[in-house]
Every structure is written in C-alpha cells, then in structure tokens.
C-alpha cells in the first residue's frame, strides 16, 4: 500500500461513523461512553454535556451495584428548558440509539413555564430532581401508568409516598402550547401526551435509570451520585428546593 493510499485509507476511516456492539459500549470508561452518546445528533442539540455526564456517570454507577432490573436505557429530564420543548431522552446506551424524546410535564408548584423549585415533602405538587428507578405499570385513573422509586434521600425519596408516577395526560400537547403557552402541570408527576405515553412507558419499564435534572448546583452538592465538582462547571443555578 503506497504511503497516498494509506493515508486516504486513515482519512475514510476517521469520517465513518462510530458504531459499537453493546459489549464494547458497556467496556468503555465513562468519559467515553459519555462522549459516545453525545454524538447523537439530537441529544447533543438538546442536552448540555454537563447534565449528560451526570446522567451517564449516575447510570453506571447504578448499573455496576446491580440497582437496575433494566440497564439497556437511560431516561433523562432536562426541566433547565422550558416546558414548550421536548425535555425527556431515551436512551439506548448500548446501541448508540436515541429511542424516544418527548414533551413532559413539570408539577404545577415548581412554575409555570419553566421548572424552578423542587421538593421531597409529601403534599407540595412540585417535582423532584436526582435519580429514579422505574417500577412496574398499573392502570390507574390516569390510565397506563408507571411507579417511580426514587433512590436519593432528602432529594426524592418520598416519591412513592407522593404517588409520583409517569403517566399520559391531555394537558401535554402541542394543542394545548398553542392555546396556553406552555404546558398543563401535574401534581409532581412527569406527565407525558396521551399519544405516547404508552410506548415511552414500555421502553422504560422495568427497574431502568431515570434522571431529573434542571441545572440546580445545590442537588449535585446534595447528592451522592453525583461528583460534586460537577458544580464548578457552571455558575450556579437559580432553582430552589424545600
């Protein structure tokens, strides 16, 4: 192979997309890893990096104890955009692949178009941040639905005495954008459309990592799963949380 040929031979190899089985994504160190989901076009023009690495670093962290019952997906909400825009990312972390993005909803004390204040306390219909394992599904009166565990004390571990569930609701739409300006809001529920709910419900289920973040530096000093030298990466968020 001439030395002209080699060197076109490297360049084509460099432009060709980066695709791996799920055995080589799961040996990856996290930065890697992190790095290789950033390359979806849609997550990397709708997440910044720094909620990206806390969501995967959280993620492995729980898959390498054994916490998650379903370890092919991460779920992340990003409530640090307004509720106009698709804030919720499925992911599928061992094939690369962004299996679903969405509209949801925040809890109706939290704010109106954009999330600022969060809460654990029973009773205050706002919503949580951290990290979640999903449970199991049930019809409840908002029709198929899905149970939350959230696993950080102080931060949303009152989550199922709460009753924060995922589950579909008329009030996330586009329609009702149009009308409103924003979404409808929940009791503290991540509410997805009505239309959807049911697939992202499925993709999800099971004992698989969710995470909720808003930019809050507060919830990555609070936090046990987090690196809190994530909160020297930006100046400081503006969220509260009770």
Request: aromatic share 10%; proline share 4%.
């Amino acid at each position: 192979m001439t030395p002209r040929v080699f060197a076109l031979f490297a360049f084509l190899l460099l432009c060709m997309p980066f695709q791996a089985d799920a055995t080589s994504l799961r040996k990856l160190p996290v930065e890697k890893h992190i790095e290789t989901i950033y390359r979806l076009p849609e997550v990397r023009s709708n997440l910044d990096y720094k909620t990206l690495q806390m969501a995967v670093s959280g993620y492995m962290r729980l898959r390498d104890n054994g916490v998650l019952g379903n370890d092919d997906v991460l779920t992340i909400i990003d409530y640090n955009k307004p509720s106009v825009r698709k804030r919720m990312f499925v992911i599928d972390v061992n094939n690369n692949r962004l299996l679903a993005s969405s509209l949801v909803a925040h809890g109706k004390n939290s704010g109106q178009n954009m999330a600022m204040s969060f809460s654990n306390i029973p009773g205050s219909f706002k919503s949580s941040l951290g990290f979640f394992v999903t449970g199991q599904t049930y019809q409840g009166k908002h029709g198929y639905s899905l149970r939350l565990k959230g696993i950080e004390r102080g931060i949303n571990s009152n989550a199922e005495t709460r009753n924060i569930v995922i589950h579909g609701a008329d009030y996330v739409s586009e329609a009702f954008i149009k009308r409103h300006g924003r979404l409808g809001r929940s009791l503290g529920c991540p509410a997805l459309p009505m239309g959807s709910s049911h697939r992202v419900i499925d993709l999800i289920k099971g004992g698989s990592c969710l995470f909720i973040y808003n930019g809050d530096d507060s919830y990555v000093y609070d936090s046990r799963l987090v690196k809190p030298d994530f909160a020297m990466q930006s100046g400081g968020g503006a969220s509260r949380r009770s």
